[in-house]
Each structure stands twice: as C-alpha cells, then as structure tokens.
C-alpha cells in the first residue's frame, strides 16, 4: 500500500477534529442543551433567538438534521473559522464548555436541525 500523504493542514484539521470527538460523549440531554444554547451566545447569533431579524449566523433549524454528534461536530468544525470571525461583531467570547455540556448543546441543536425543511415538506 502507498503511503498517505497529507499536507500540513490536512494534519491539522484531522487531529483537530478527532480531538473535539473526545468531548462529545453520548448521549445528551436537550432540555439542558436549549439553556447552554441561549447561555453560551449560540442564540445571540442564531436563530431560533430573541433577535430574529438581525441574526449574524444562519438559522439552525433550517441546516440540518444532522445523523449523529460526530455529524454536527463536524459542520460546526467546518464554519468555525467564519464563527469565530463575526464573534466580536456580536460581542462574544466563544464559550468553554464541558464535555457534558458540549453533549447537551449538541443533543438541542440536533433536536432542532432540519426542523423548518420537514415543516416545509409536511405542508
Ligand atoms: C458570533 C456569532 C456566532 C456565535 C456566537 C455562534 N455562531 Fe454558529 N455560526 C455563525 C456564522 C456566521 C455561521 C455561518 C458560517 C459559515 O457559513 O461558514 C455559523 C454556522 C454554524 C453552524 C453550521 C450551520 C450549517 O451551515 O450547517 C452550526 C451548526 C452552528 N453555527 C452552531 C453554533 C452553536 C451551537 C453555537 C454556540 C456554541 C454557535 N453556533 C455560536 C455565527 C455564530
């Protein structure tokens, strides 16, 4: 077999990724997950929030649904870089979490994810 070449970012990203896996351990609890969600600024930027009309991030209940934790570590994994660049323009430190809580704000997120699109086809 030939070896793997990676470039040094590949590198990067794939040890960042699977070190955020170790802080997402199953299975998390929603009712928990939607307080972390409004506590940890995610609604400050997104909707479903308070300021609907000038939400800076999209809306989650649009994106989505995400099959597991790992899913939607990975998408949020991927719009980090555009996240952390609108946190001053929201006045917002990103959150330090614990391993429980990123399990319970995972868990409300997917609880949400795909929402408005099933809506959409219900109808
Ligand atoms: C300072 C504003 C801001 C904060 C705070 C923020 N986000 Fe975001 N978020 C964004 C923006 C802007 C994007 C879109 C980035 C892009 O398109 O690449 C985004 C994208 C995302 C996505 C990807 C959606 C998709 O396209 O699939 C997820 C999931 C997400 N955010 C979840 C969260 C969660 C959970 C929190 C709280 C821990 C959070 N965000 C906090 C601004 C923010």
Redesign the pocket.
């Given at each position: 077999m030939p070896p793997i070449s990676l470039t040094v970012d590949e590198m990067a990203d794939i040890t960042s990724f699977l070190y955020f896996l170790q802080f997402t351990p199953p299975p998390g609890d929603p009712e928990r997950g939607v307080l972390l969600?409004i506590n940890?600024?995610?609604a400050?930027?997104?909707t479903p929030s308070a300021q609907e009309q000038n939400a800076?991030?999209?809306d989650?209940r649009a994106?989505?649904p995400w099959e597991s934790d790992i899913d939607?570590a990975r998408?949020?994994w991927n719009?980090a870089g555009?996240?952390y660049g609108?946190?001053p323009?929201?006045s917002?430190e990103w959150?330090r979490l614990t391993e429980r809580e990123v399990a319970d704000?995972l868990a409300y997120?997917r609880a949400i994810g795909g929402t408005l699109k099933k809506e959409k086809k219900e109808k």
């Open positions: 969600y940890s600024g995610c400050k930027c997104h800076i991030g999209p989650l994106k989505g939607l998408e949020m719009h555009n996240m609108t946190l323009a929201a917002q959150p704000l997120v």
